[in-house]
């Protein structure tokens, strides 16, 4: 089955800098999602980007599915940016999951 | 229009009871999937249901069950509950089956289980 890394496993910013998640997965897709898990556990979309570049306010994300990557850009993070961001893409009917990268966003 | 909804929110139960979780899909959404969350861990898949029929059973035991009905809720059963059953239960909907839709699946904000 596909495998996904996520990396790094853990990242601590001050309020106001910029990060770079990564996800390697080991086959070439086309469905991969962005998703952040706050403190209280709520799963939210960010990006649905089988491949290219999107961009939301301070987030952007980058999928190149030939070369099995995708990134995640924060820019000008804030406190409200912590949680665990997860990348995670289709295997037949079920989402395959990364093991996160948790992001702590200090003031 | 309401996102996928989940209840109960937060649950208490002993080993060996049995316990019902529920989800009502995005409306227009036929598609329901369940996954389960351990602490420090990414969202396991364990059904998709699909026009009430399974389209997919991740790796679970048997007395891991579900189901869905005519308007495309769900529910999810787990009997003979152990103290590693204790974790966070997610819902998500989407409007395809995800084994032939290009379209992303949207979670719920989850069931809390704790076995004592």
């Known amino acids: 089955g596909i495998q996904v890394e996520q990396s790094p496993p853990d990242l601590i910013l001050q309020e106001g800098a910029n990060s770079t998640l990564r996800c390697n997965f080991s086959d070439s897709v086309n469905n991969l999602q962005w998703f952040h898990q706050n403190p209280w556990g709520q799963l939210i979309n960010l990006f649905y980007i089988p491949s290219g570049t999107k961009q939301n306010g301070r987030l952007s994300a980058t999928t190149v599915a030939t070369e099995r990557y995708s990134l995640l850009y924060i820019s000008s993070s804030q406190t409200t940016d912590s949680g665990v961001y997860f990348c995670a893409l289709r295997e037949g009917g079920k989402l395959i999951f990364g093991q996160g990268t948790e992001l702590s966003v200090k003031p | 229009d309401a996102g996928v909804t989940q209840s109960p929110t937060h649950l208490i139960k002993t080993r060996g009871q049995q316990v019902t979780l529920r989800c009502s899909p995005i409306s227009g959404h036929k598609s329901v999937s369940w996954y389960q969350q351990v602490l420090g861990q990414g969202p396991q898949f364990i059904f998709q249901y699909y026009e009430k029929e399974e389209r997919g059973r991740g790796n679970f035991p048997d007395r891991f069950?579900?189901?869905?009905?005519?308007?495309?809720?769900?529910?999810?059963?787990?009997?003979?509950?152990?103290?590693?059953?204790?974790?966070?239960?997610?819902?998500?909907?989407?409007?395809?089956?995800?084994?032939?839709?290009?379209?992303?699946?949207?979670?719920?904000d989850g069931t809390r289980l704790s076995i004592l």
């Open chain 2, 65 to 108: 069950s579900a189901r869905q009905f005519p308007n495309y809720s769900s529910e999810l059963n787990v009997n003979a509950l152990l103290l590693g059953d204790s974790a966070l239960y997610l819902c998500a909907s989407s409007s395809g089956p995800l084994d032939y839709s290009n379209q992303p699946q949207h979670f719920g």
